[in-house]
């Protein structure tokens, strides 16, 4: 079964704590991606990454950082630094960052900090 | 940085009524792409029109791209309960990742 999983579905933390969200996908695409949705709210990017090894900040990457050491795995973790980090984070998948190709998203990961 | 702005924020129709949602964005586009989320789950790729293309048909949804009014427009024919969820566009501009709006939320009532 191709497609693009994260863990936990549901996370709580304290506050002060760090807490890494999981992405992997077997879809063998290039590109991987996270984003955060509040309520009644869009997507914003955190991160994306092209390739293995390389990563750029989206358009909200504080108090956030990634690693991408395998093509299948790109891991959020949410630091003490972000201020508010209580959301939904999606994980998205596609061939190449640009050019016309759709994103394959995961299930997501509900983050409470408390 | 938000592109695209859904229009209604929400639309709340009968089954078998047409459902149509609008998409405004700010800049020249490379495409527009539409998604649609279920509640609490991840986003599905519904449909992509390209900048040079006017219209673009997929089962009952039909997508509009008026490039000179930097708008798009999705509609849903024959709606059914089961198309109740939250529906994104997202632009791509440039050599640079999707930007997606903030959604407009489709309640479809049997």
């Known amino acids: 079964d191709g497609g693009i999983t994260q863990s936990p579905k549901y996370l709580f933390r304290k506050e002060g704590q760090n807490v890494t969200l999981s992405c992997e996908q077997n879809?063998?695409?290039?590109?991987m991606y996270w984003y955060r949705q509040d309520p009644g709210q869009g997507l914003r990017l955190i991160y994306y990454s092209q390739i293995v090894n390389d990563f750029q900040k989206g358009d909200i990457a504080e108090g956030y950082s990634v690693s991408r050491e395998k093509k299948e795995s790109f891991p959020l973790t949410v630091t003490s630094a972000q201020k508010n980090p209580t959301a939904f984070y999606l994980c998205?998948?596609?061939?190449?960052?640009?050019?016309?190709?759709?994103?394959?998203f995961g299930p997501g990961t509900r983050l409470t900090v408390t | 940085s938000q592109q695209g702005e859904e229009d209604p924020q929400a639309l709340s129709i009968q089954e078998g009524e047409n459902a149509t949602m609008n998409c405004s964005y700010k800049?020249?586009?490379?495409?527009l792409q539409w998604y649609r989320q279920n509640s609490g789950r991840g986003l599905v790729h519904l449909i992509l029109i390209r900048s040079n293309e006017r219209e673009k048909h997929s089962g009952r949804l039909r997508v509009t791209l008026d490039t000179s009014k930097k708008s798009s427009s999705l509609l849903i024919t024959a709606s059914r309960a089961a198309d109740t969820a939250s529906y994104f566009c997202?632009?791509?501009?440039?050599?640079?990742?999707?930007?997606f709006g903030k959604g407009t939320r489709l309640s479809v009532i049997a």
């Open positions: 800049t020249s586009i490379n495409n």
């Open positions: 998205a998948s596609s061939r190449r960052d640009w050019g016309g190709y759709e994103q394959y």
């Open positions: 997202a632009t791509e501009s440039g050599n640079t990742p999707l930007v």
């Open positions: 879809l063998n695409h290039d590109a």
